[in-house]
């Protein structure tokens, strides 16, 4: 929380590590997913109402927040 407070005061520092920002989430990411269980995805996929919600929001929510 204390780089996320100093991202915001001062972004420039933080700049030259913007090519390694989408790398470094993506893995992030994949190591989140290595630790859900057959039990889990099943729950989740259970719920697709859910799962289109989330999807639609990554891609119009998001965007909009970045650009």
């Known amino acids: 929380m204390?780089?996320?407070?100093?991202?915001?005061?001062a972004p420039e520092v933080?700049?030259?590590?913007?090519?390694?920002?989408?790398?470094?989430?993506?893995?992030i990411m994949f190591c989140v997913g290595l630790t859900l269980t057959m039990a889990e995805l099943m729950q989740a996929l259970a719920q697709p109402q859910l799962l289109a919600l989330g999807l639609g929001l990554q891609f119009t929510v998001m965007p909009l927040r970045l650009g």
């Open 2 to 9: 204390l780089a996320t407070a100093a991202g915001l005061v």
């Open 14 to 27: 933080f700049m030259p590590y913007r090519a390694i920002a989408v790398p470094l989430l993506a893995l």
